[in-house]
């Protein structure tokens, strides 16, 4: 099953990869992958598409 509130943290973050320069994001960011991929490699790959389209989002906001 899939969680939209769980997807908006992956887009949120990287939202936020996106726009700031900083290393605690970066470290959310590892941290939720590690996270995601304790679920099974599928959804570590799933963790990262929705992290991938946070930072291209935030090419709007730049």
Known sequence: MFNWFYASIGVALGIAGGVFS???????????????????????????????????VSKFFT
Do not use: K, R
Request: net charge negative; hydrophobic share 65%.
């Open 22 to 56: 900083g290393i605690i994001v970066y470290i959310c960011i590892v941290g939720f992958l590690i996270f995601s991929t304790t679920f099974g490699i599928e959804w570590g790959l799933i963790a990262l598409g929705e992290v991938f389209i946070g930072f291209m």
